[in-house]
């Protein structure tokens, strides 16, 4: 009789590990927290995947190796879509926990209330005060209720690359550029300047007119965009006058990778990009082979800089993991891993222990940035960041459009008409939700 019972009480404490087990099992498939290994796994999403995957495939790996306890899934996303890749995210409310975020689409996510506020994190943060205080401004006004949700990673600048073995001296004027884009195309298939007519056009036209302009602001007095001024107007009557006279038919659709590609054959003389494209470059020609100017300055002599977006790094509110996420981010932002990934780039770093390294005055075109940008006579002209649609006009709304100019479809004054209203009326309805 004992040992029946003995039997029956083994069965039942059997029983019982077995449904102890089975419940762990099951409460680890349907946990969000930490796995069983004690890590949390965190979403970043890059913002420019492709080019810098390499980059951030590296910092995370060093990331994981201070931090045991987290791990970080990359999703690389297209520089061309992740304004709708974040705005579907949002929507579905299946956002990352950490993503690349720059100033042109900042307000539009901050309205969207999808973003954690940075500036009490970053007080607390070992980061705080060693980050460019320029940049962090530029964060701060680009949202809408002036408060801090981008951490800055980087700064950049728009330049005109060259090849020297066909320009030796650079365009300091916009009629030495075009003088020189029209000398340096050859029959059947050697071009002065390729132009960006796809994806990313507008913020380069945008910079190129108030280069030639020398007009300071984005609005007037009374809120009027200063977009479609003569000088302006002027500007890109002239640009689409060389669309496929001194550049290739294709330039139509270019984006970024098409462009750096054509450039990249050795058949373009100049074409405008950002800091960024400097390793794409040094692949393709060798770093004694290219050069990088300013943009020209108009007939105002005056050198006016229409100011890029700074690129950084936002928190997401739906992340359910938050402190690792401020925890990758504050990594990415540091001294090393901000020196590291700039470097790689070719940009400004935010970190300002960072731009101190040696690394920054030994690249000539960061040389070039970094003089001009601190250079008492330039002006720096500030896009209106601040506006929800801003992101969205200067991209779905008006780059078709541009194209239309191209093919002489639309005169510049219609377009530049077209895209002056669209932003005069949205700040006017900035205005109106700020009391205004």
């Given at each position: 009789?004992?040992?029946?019972?003995?039997?029956?009480?083994?069965?039942?404490?059997?029983?019982?590990?077995?449904?102890?087990?089975l419940?762990?099992?099951?409460?680890?498939?349907?946990?969000t927290?930490?796995?069983?290994?004690?890590?949390?796994?965190?979403?970043?999403?890059?913002?420019?995947?492709?080019?810098r995957?390499?980059?951030?495939?590296?910092?995370?790996?060093?990331?994981?190796?201070?931090?045991?306890?987290?791990?970080?899934?990359?999703?690389?996303?297209?520089i061309?879509?992740?304004?709708?890749?974040?705005?579907?995210?949002?929507?579905?409310?299946?956002?990352?926990?950490?993503?690349?975020?720059?100033?042109?689409?900042?307000?539009?996510?901050?309205?969207?209330?999808?973003?954690?506020?940075?500036?009490?994190?970053?007080?607390?943060?070992?980061?705080?005060?060693?980050?460019?205080?320029?940049?962090?401004?530029?964060?701060?006004?680009?949202?809408?209720?002036?408060?801090?949700y981008?951490?800055?990673?980087?700064?950049?600048?728009?330049?005109?690359?060259?090849?020297?073995?066909r320009?030796?001296?650079?365009?300091?004027?916009?009629?030495?550029?075009?003088?020189?884009?029209?000398?340096?195309?050859?029959?059947?298939?050697?071009?002065?300047?390729?132009?960006?007519?796809?994806?990313?056009?507008?913020?380069?036209?945008?910079?190129?007119?108030?280069?030639?302009?020398?007009?300071?602001?984005?609005f007037?007095?009374?809120?009027?965009?200063?977009?479609?001024?003569?000088?302006?107007?002027?500007?890109?009557?002239?640009?689409?006058?060389?669309?496929?006279?001194?550049?290739?038919?294709?330039?139509?659709?270019?984006?970024?990778?098409?462009?750096?590609?054509?450039?990249?054959?050795?058949?373009?003389?100049?074409?405008?990009?950002?800091?960024?494209?400097?390793?794409?470059?040094?692949?393709?020609?060798g770093?004694?082979?290219?050069?990088?100017?300013?943009?020209?300055?108009?007939p105002?002599?005056?050198?006016?800089?229409?100011?890029?977006?700074?690129?950084?790094?936002?928190?997401?509110?739906?992340?359910?993991?938050?402190?690792?996420?401020?925890?990758?981010?504050?990594?990415?932002?540091?001294?090393?891993?901000?020196?590291?990934?700039?470097?790689?780039?070719g940009?400004?770093?935010?970190?300002?222990?960072?731009?101190?390294?040696?690394?920054?005055?030994?690249?000539?075109?960061?040389?070039?940035?970094?003089?001009?940008?601190?250079?008492?006579?330039?002006?720096?002209?500030?896009?209106?960041?601040?506006?929800?649609?801003?992101?969205?006009?200067?991209?779905?709304?008006?780059?078709?459009?541009?194209?239309?100019?191209?093919?002489?479809?639309?005169?510049?004054?219609?377009?530049?008409?077209?895209?002056?209203?669209?932003?005069?009326?949205?700040?006017?309805?900035?205005?109106?939700?700020?009391?205004?």
């Amino acid at each position: 009789m004992r040992s029946t019972q003995s039997t029956a009480v083994g069965r039942r404490l059997l029983r019982a590990a077995a449904c102890a087990l089975l419940a762990v099992i099951v409460a680890a498939c349907g946990s969000t927290g930490p796995s069983e290994s004690g890590k949390v796994t965190i979403t970043f999403w890059d913002n420019n995947g492709g080019v810098r995957t390499p980059i951030y495939k590296e910092l995370i790996k060093r990331f994981e190796q201070a931090n045991p306890d987290i791990r970080v899934e990359y999703v690389g996303i297209p520089i061309s879509s992740v304004q709708q890749k974040y705005d579907t995210a949002v929507a579905g409310g299946d956002t990352p926990d950490v993503g690349g975020v720059t100033t042109s689409y900042l307000a539009n996510l901050v309205g969207q209330q999808a973003l954690e506020p940075a500036e009490d994190w970053l007080a607390k943060s070992s980061v705080n005060g060693k980050l460019a205080p320029a940049m962090l401004e530029a964060a701060r006004k680009a949202s809408p209720d002036g408060k801090l949700y981008l951490v800055p990673n980087t700064s950049n600048l728009d330049v005109i690359w060259y090849l020297k073995d066909r320009l030796p001296e650079p365009p300091k004027t916009w009629d030495e550029f075009f003088a020189a884009a029209d000398r340096l195309t050859k029959a059947p298939d050697e071009y002065g300047y390729t132009i960006r007519g796809g994806a990313g056009s507008i913020f380069q036209i945008l910079a190129e007119m108030y280069a030639y302009s020398g007009v300071t602001e984005f609005f007037d007095a009374s809120g009027k965009s200063t977009v479609n001024h003569p000088d302006n107007v002027e500007f890109l009557t002239k640009m689409a006058a060389i669309y496929k006279k001194n550049t290739p038919a294709a330039d139509v659709t270019n984006d970024f990778a098409k462009m750096v590609a054509q450039f990249g054959t050795g058949k373009i003389a100049m074409m405008h990009h950002n800091l960024g494209s400097y390793n794409d470059h040094v692949k393709a020609h060798g770093a004694d082979k290219i050069g990088a100017v300013a943009l020209p300055v108009g007939p105002s002599g005056r050198r006016t800089i229409v100011a890029n977006p700074v690129d950084g790094f936002a928190v997401f509110k739906n992340s359910e993991h938050k402190e690792a996420a401020w925890r990758f981010v504050e990594f990415l932002v540091s001294h090393e891993a901000n020196s590291y990934w700039n470097e790689q780039v070719g940009q400004i770093p935010a970190n300002t222990e960072a731009q101190a390294d040696p690394w920054v005055s030994q690249l000539p075109h960061l040389k070039m940035a970094v003089e001009t940008l601190e250079d008492p006579n330039t002006v720096v002209v500030s896009p209106p960041y601040h506006l929800p649609q801003f992101s969205s006009i200067t991209k779905s709304e008006t780059e078709p459009l541009f194209q239309k100019v191209l093919l002489g479809e639309m005169r510049p004054r219609e377009f530049l008409d077209t895209l002056a209203q669209k932003l005069t009326d949205a700040q006017a309805e900035w205005n109106r939700a700020q009391g205004g």
